[in-house]
């Protein structure tokens, strides 16, 4: 990174972020500052003729992390270029008290009728209930179209989203992911939804048309040590690889998918992703290992049962 953004910059980024604090070091300053260095060492893997760090292209001077460019391969016209913007974001997660504690969270927004049943039926089973952190993802959305501007042809702005150590650590992407794009109420499949959230602030309509994509993962213990974002094509049981990319771009997805377009692959190494439905609409975390005996087991698939329903009769409209 030093290499290709420069000495100063990148002694900035270590003094003034990776210290995360100095001496009131905090954790989550420091996890942000980590997923930044996995993302950006990645793209500075690729040849780029330009790496600009953290250019000043969003409202009043707002800057993603960094853009890199190159010249077009198609085109013999010097000025036409492959652009694209990344902005990182990390959640700042409280560490959980009990990690063997059993944990129950639903992936859609819920009318207040359905978080009522769903909070009832945990404390029967003794589950710690737990609802999506939608505000977060909002902010992250609004936050990220604030520093970019609306794509030309061949500009790509990225979102990625570092969504790790929730309570499920190795799906919790999955409840970001299920928050964007469920077939029900998610907040960029149904953009009338996401503008019109019953927060403060709920989604501003210019980040539909900012962000060209928005890549949801989660570390891996082998990403973290080597700081190596290459690490999340890993896969693993249930949910395969750990990281899922939602197009905005309707047309671009479509030439993606189809093989019109590869210049999102080419750029990410990712295909968007197609959202699978119901089949995450909860996380579970039933610590099955530790102390399931087939009694409980045969409680646990009663209350997944209860679970869904609820869920499906009680989606926020």
Excluded at 27 to 38: P, R, T
Excluded at 165 to 178: C, K, M, V
Aim: charged share 25%.
């Amino acid at each position: 990174m030093e290499f290709h953004f420069g000495t100063q910059q990148i002694q900035n980024f270590v003094v003034n972020q990776l210290s995360a604090g100095k001496t009131n070091y905090s954790i989550d300053s420091f996890f942000q500052a980590l997923s930044e260095v996995e993302v950006l060492s990645f793209y500075c893997r690729q040849n780029w003729d330009a790496f600009i760090y953290e250019p000043r292209i969003g409202i009043h001077g707002a800057n993603p992390e960094a853009r890199f460019e190159r010249k077009l391969m198609s085109t013999d016209d010097p000025t036409k270029k492959i652009q694209v913007n990344i902005e990182v974001k990390t959640p700042k997660f409280p560490i959980p008290k009990d990690p063997r504690q059993r944990v129950a969270l639903p992936t859609i927004l819920l009318s207040e009728t359905g978080r009522q049943q769903i909070q009832f039926l945990c404390k029967q089973h003794n589950i710690k209930c737990l609802f999506p952190r939608v505000t977060k993802l909002v902010q992250f959305i609004n936050s990220a179209a604030s520093k970019f501007e609306v794509p030309k042809e061949h500009q790509y702005n990225l979102l990625y989203i570092n969504w790790s150590y929730s309570d499920f650590p190795s799906a919790g992407f999955l409840e970001p992911w299920e928050l964007l794009t469920n077939e029900l109420n998610g907040i960029l499949t149904h953009r009338e939804i996401g503008i019109n959230l019953p927060f403060d602030d709920p989604i501003h309509p210019e980040a539909y048309d900012k962000i060209s994509a928005i890549i949801v993962y989660s570390s891996s213990i082998d990403q973290l040590m080597f700081s190596d974002f290459r690490y999340v094509w890993q896969g693993s049981r249930p949910v395969g690889q750990k990281f899922r990319m939602f197009v905005l771009n309707k047309e671009l997805e479509e030439n993606e998918l189809s093989g019109k377009s590869s210049e999102l692959f080419e750029i990410t190494g990712m295909k968007p992703s197609i959202p699978e439905d119901e089949k995450w609409r909860a996380l579970l975390n039933f610590n099955w290992a530790e102390c399931g005996t087939e009694q409980q087991r045969t409680k646990d698939d009663y209350f997944q049962q209860e679970l869904r329903q609820i869920i499906a009769q009680n989606p926020l409209q």
